[in-house]
């Protein structure tokens, strides 16, 4: 019903930027939520930072200042600008959305991008 398409990852020096991008397509009447997650090896999938449909934002303590999420409406896209990276933010970066569908109608969907890998490494 839904496609999630991460891209943006990369190699990056400390201190640099990167941009990821979350594509959302399919069956979308609507999206309530969309969320970026990382998890680094051995680690817990955890949140990195959230956007609802009204554009409130969330963001881990560890980002904070540091990353920004946006949404492009009309693209049903997700970003998350990275900025002043650090090599602990090493870690495969996961979009998770929560939808409506046109079909079946007024369901509910969640579900999770195959991931991006951003390795901060100089």
């Known amino acids: 019903q839904v496609q999630l398409v991460e891209s943006g990852g990369g190699l990056v020096q400390p201190g640099g930027s990167l941009r990821l991008s979350c594509a959302a397509s399919?069956?979308?009447?609507?999206?309530?939520?969309m969320a970026w997650y990382h998890q680094a090896p051995g680690k817990e999938r955890e949140l990195v930072a959230s956007?609802?449909?009204?554009?409130?934002?969330r963001y881990a303590d560890s980002v904070k200042g540091r990353f920004t999420i946006s949404r492009d409406n009309a693209k049903n896209t997700a970003y998350l600008q990275m900025n002043s990276l650090r090599p602990e933010d090493t870690a495969v970066y996961f979009c998770?959305?929560?939808?409506?569908?046109?079909?079946?109608?007024?369901?509910?969907?969640?579900?999770w991008g195959k991931g991006t890998l951003v390795t901060v490494s100089s």
């Open positions: 998770y959305v929560i939808c409506n569908l046109y079909r079946p109608s007024d369901t509910i969907w969640s579900g």
């Open positions: 399919g069956s979308i009447f609507s999206i309530n939520t």
């Open positions: 956007i609802d449909s009204g554009g409130s934002t």
